[in-house]
């Protein structure tokens, strides 16, 4: 079961609490990564002749002091390694924690007074005796302390992991989803295209071959005409999206292909409307037309176009909703919207879906209210907290069957994949939790939580896709 395993939730301050010998250092080493341990025994070293310099203790804990004050000023997540019997310092740590918003929680090393004198008889520097038992003393006064300082909670020496906050509870619905399975969809989406222009066709190619093979139910394309600063710079190169699903289309045999989403300030909507349906026909009724207001002003600009305000764009896109099932329907029948007017609303061949899905991408409540007007799914964002809002706010809109899907970052690795991508002078935590990094366990919780929240597809950009094979193992959980 997965919840032997407690999640604590990044940043946190991690203060340990227990006499000498009692296996705080070795407790601390296996479950952290050595940055984030702040050891009075290493700083002992530092500042005198070895860990065992007695004589350097007071410097060292001077230096302590102001190692932990700066770590958790700055939200690093921060272990104090130190004996943490004296209370005065844990209440100074705990007040640290409160000012910087963080969660604090203390462990206890409840060791027997038997096995810690064992321990410290194999050490090769051993606590004298005295200074043990004076130690064994103290901590008992600190235990019954412990529960009456405020900490978020107090816990023993057992396995605990630092996570993002979204996956603070997620054993527990790792639980849920073996017990009482759920299905869910998932799509791949492709925002970015390294490797060189000559090696594209080739790269995407064999990111769809093995997005299928491992079990992704679709294959979905950012729509813009050049990196947008969110993920990287102008002059990357950027593949034109429905070019790039035609060749999905003939890349792959199974998902569905569409854009996440198509700005509807971009084409005419006509010519929209047959791209998409063109698209449905060549790759076997696959297509899935997202559209959107379009945000992306410097893009506009670059090219030419003009970037209409927000309600003229609303109107616009209001309009494409109720325009673009007339144009993959039977007959020629005109089409006179607010500001769109199409004579002839001929499209032939039709669209082999019937509908095609007709899925508008943002969380907020206008776009929420022409989605459950006119289209087949809205892809929202944002936490469970807030896609649950927003499910029940599209469920009081109406009755109709509009899908809720959800896009995010998803990182699936340990602290070793954080370090190794997140960009220079960014904090691993603030990236982790950026990406939603986490185990495969913590995704499929996240993904369980969000099916519960209302969300029948989720759709996920990968920073690193040499763990498809990992996004495998958590769409597999979702099999039913």
Known sequence: MTSDVRRLPSPCVVILVGPGAAGKSTWAAERFAPDLVVSSDRLRALVGAGEDDLAASADAFALLETVVEQRIGRRLTTVIDTLGLDRARRSRWLQLAREAGMPCVAVGFDTPAAECRRRNRLRPKRIPADVLTGQLRAWGTARGELPEEGYDDILQPTAVRVVPEAF?????????????????????????????????????????????????????????????????????????????????????????????????????????????????????????????????????????????????????????????????GPGNKPFHGRV??????????????????????????????????????????????????????????????????????TLIGDDAAVERLRPRNQNPAKYAAAVNAGAVDDQIGRFRELAEAGVSEVMISLPDLDALDDVGRVISAFRV
């Open 340 to 409: 769109l007017d199409v004579p002839d609303t001929t499209c032939y061949p039709r669209p082999l879906q019937s509908p095609l899905p007709l899925l508008v991408g943002g969380s907020g409540r206008r776009t929420l209210r022409l989605a459950s007007k006119y289209a087949d799914a809205v892809n929202v964002f944002g936490d469970i907290a807030v896609v649950r809002e927003r499910a029940a706010y599209l469920r009081s809109l109406t009755d109709r069957p509009v899908e809720i899907t959800h896009l995010s970052t």
């Open 168 to 328: 603070v509870d997620a054993s527990l619905a790792v639980d849920r989803q073996a017990a009482a399975p759920v299905g869910l969809r998932f799509g791949l989406q492709l925002s970015s295209y390294p490797g060189g222009r000559a090696g594209l066709g080739a790269w995407v190619r064999e990111v769809a071959g093995r997005a299928e093979a491992v079990g992704f139910d679709a294959i979905y394309v950012m729509d813009h005409f050049r990196q947008i600063p969110q993920v990287g710079r102008a002059w990357d190169d950027f593949l034109e999206s429905w070019t790039t699903l035609g060749y999905l289309a003939a890349c792959t045999t199974r998902v569905r292909l569409g854009t996440l989403v198509s700005g509807i300030t971009y084409r005419n909507v006509a010519h929209l409307g047959k791209i998409a349906a063109t698209l449905d026909v060549l790759s076997g009724g696959r297509a899935v037309c997202g559209v959107g207001l379009a945000w992306f002003e410097a893009e506009h600009k670059a090219y030419g176009w003009p970037f209409p305000s927000v309600g003229d764009r609303y109107a616009l896109l209001e309009d494409a909703l109720q325009l673009l099932p007339v144009l993959w």
